[in-house]
């Protein structure tokens, strides 16, 4: 399996902002200095101890990931990144469909990169490359076709200048999709770190994208797919 580590800087957050794809049970509010919503901080370190919960089957249920994988729509050749993949929830499932060539499984945390690898690993899926993120970019060694990026929207900062960043990481006719929780949603993050799908496509437009799609069919998420302009 080919894996590399990179270590610069990934996302407009602090280090200290630990982008997963997940909402931790403690919350603090960052700066927005570019006039974006409020974005939640947390440090993500111990990969073992959120598995729990990042892939209890129930999950399942509610975040329905065959059918997202589906509604994705990733054609055979095409290169993928899970940005705040976390446990690799969606980078083993996204790994193991027939579209993708490689599946980018970008985090912050060490931990989480390295639980994804071994994951990967274990399951022989040699076409998942693990990528240490920084703190306001992803780190990708190549423009991809799709970024992925779920429930973790809420938690970077200064959005606009991240996005716009990321815009040099999708090929030319490449796809961002967002999924993040809904304001009514029974679990996810305080409402206060939870947008309307208005608010994300007032910020993405802000940093050259344009609304493309948008799947109504989770029940707890937002499911809102862009491209740039």
Not at 110 to 122: F, G, I, L, N, P
Not at 124 to 134: P, Y
Not at 214 to 220: C, G, K, T, V, Y
Request: net charge negative; charged share 20%.
């Amino acid at each position: 399996m080919q894996t590399r580590t990179l270590t610069t800087t990934l996302f407009s957050l602090a280090l200290a902002t630990g982008l997963t794809a997940q909402q931790p049970p403690h919350t603090q509010q960052g700066a927005h200095r570019d006039g974006t919503q409020p974005h939640m901080q947390h440090r993500f370190e111990d990969a073992e101890q959120y598995a729990r919960s990042f892939d209890d089957p129930a999950r399942d249920v509610w975040q329905m990931p065959d059918r997202v994988i589906e509604a994705l729509g990733v054609q055979p050749g095409q290169t993928v990144a899970d940005v705040g993949a976390g446990t690799g929830y969606f980078t083993v499932r996204l790994a193991q469909s027939t579209g993708a060539k490689t599946i980018y499984a970008v985090d912050i945390e060490q931990s989480m990169v390295d639980y994804t690898r071994h994951r990967a690993e274990a399951a022989e899926l040699d076409n998942v490359v693990t990528v240490l993120a920084g703190s306001d970019r992803t780190n990708l060694p190549e423009p991809v076709d799709l970024v992925l990026i779920v429930d973790t929207y809420h938690h970077i900062p200064d959005r606009v200048a991240y996005f716009t960043r990321l815009r040099e990481n999708l090929q030319p006719s490449g796809r961002l999709a967002i999924i993040d929780f809904k304001k009514d949603s029974p679990s996810g993050p305080p409402v206060e770190f939870r947008f309307t799908p208005d608010q994300i496509t007032g910020e993405l437009e802000r940093a050259g994208f344009t609304l493309t799609m948008q799947h109504d069919f989770l029940p707890r998420q937002m499911f809102l797919v862009y491209e740039a302009k």
